[in-house]
């Protein structure tokens, strides 16, 4: 059974950091795309990192570049994401997903994601 569990969101003032952590429940950590995605009320959700597993490779999105970093401990199956200088338009619901296979370099989906976490909420006050 998957099982994908957010933890470590909370308020900070802009200009802070925050760091949140997914730990997964995965039949293999190899081989697979875990990514975090956002989503603040009427709002699309948002890809935000991404990670292949298997050799490291991260993405980011351009509103996320040079502030965010996704990393994973693989043993542990555990996805982190640091975020630095945060602005109030971080403001949002953080989810961790996972897929098989490599990441997608562009046109990230989240309908390509089979497996979601129940989110951690991530607050950034002016």
């Known amino acids: 059974q998957v099982e994908l569990v957010e933890s470590g969101g909370g308020s900070v003032q802009a200009g802070g950091s925050l760091k949140v952590t997914c730990a997964a429940s995965?039949?293999?950590?190899?081989?697979?795309?875990m990514a975090w995605f956002r989503q603040s009320p009427g709002k699309a959700r948002e890809p935000v990192a991404r990670?292949?597993?298997?050799?490291?490779?991260?993405y980011y999105g351009d509103s996320v570049k040079d502030r965010f970093t996704i990393s994973q401990e693989y043993d542990d199956m555990m996805v982190y994401l640091r975020m630095d200088y945060l602005k109030p338009e971080d403001t949002a619901t953080y989810y961790c997903?996972?897929?098989?296979?490599?990441?997608?370099?562009?046109?990230?989906?989240?309908?390509?994601?089979?497996?979601w976490g129940q989110g951690t909420q991530v607050s950034v006050s002016p």
């Open positions: 995965l039949d293999t950590f190899s081989d697979k795309c």
């Open positions: 990670i292949y597993t298997k050799r490291g490779t991260t």
């Open positions: 997903a996972a897929k098989h296979g490599a990441c997608a370099v562009k046109a990230v989906e989240d309908f390509d994601f089979p497996y």
